[in-house]
C-alpha cells in the first residue's frame, strides 16, 4: 500500500503561483511514478502531469505546458507541481497519484490521495 498526502492548495489571483507537494509513504520505492490529475465538479478527472521515478521523464496535459513544472525529491519521498501563470480555468480540486507511467497517463493508476482545493480569482 502507497499513501499519498497533498498539501499547498488556496486562494491565488490569476497570474499568481502555488506549488503544490505530495507526501508519499508506505510501500514507496525512489522508482514509484506519480502523477497529479485534477477535477472540476461535473467533469471527468483529468491528468495534469506525471514524473517517472528517477526524476528525469516528465509528461504534460497540453493546457500547462510551460506554466506548470512536475519535480521530486526522492529524499524526502514528496512530488512537487510548482504551478505559474495561473488561470481562473485551473480552479479545481487536484490529486497526486501513483502507478506506472501507462497508468498515470491513461488516468487509471493505483493508488489516489485525498485532493488539495486550488482556487484561483480574477
Known amino acids: 500500500q502507497v499513501q499519498l498526502v497533498e498539501s499547498g492548495g488556496g486562494l491565488v489571483q490569476a497570474g499568481g503561483s502555488l506549488r503544490l507537494s505530495c507526501v508519499a509513504s508506505?510501500?514507496?520505492?525512489?522508482?514509484?511514478?506519480i502523477g497529479w490529475f485534477r477535477q472540476a465538479p461535473g467533469k471527468e478527472r483529468e491528468f495534469v502531469a506525471a514524473?517517472?521515478?528517477?526524476?528525469?521523464?516528465?509528461y504534460y496535459e497540453d493546457s500547462v505546458k510551460g506554466r506548470f513544472t512536475i519535480s521530486r525529491d526522492n529524499a524526502k519521498n514528496t512530488v512537487y507541481l510548482q504551478m505559474n501563470s495561473l488561470k481562473p480555468e485551473d480552479t479545481t480540486v487536484y490529486y497526486c497519484?501513483?502507478?506506472?507511467?501507462?497508468?498515470?497517463?491513461?488516468?487509471?493508476?493505483?493508488?489516489w490521495g485525498q485532493g488539495t482545493q486550488v482556487t484561483v480569482s480574477s
Open positions: 497519484a501513483a502507478g506506472a507511467i501507462s497508468r498515470l497517463r491513461a488516468g487509471v493508476p493505483d493508488y
Open positions: 514524473i517517472g521515478g528517477s526524476g528525469i521523464m516528465t
Open positions: 508506505g510501500r514507496t520505492s525512489s522508482s514509484f511514478p
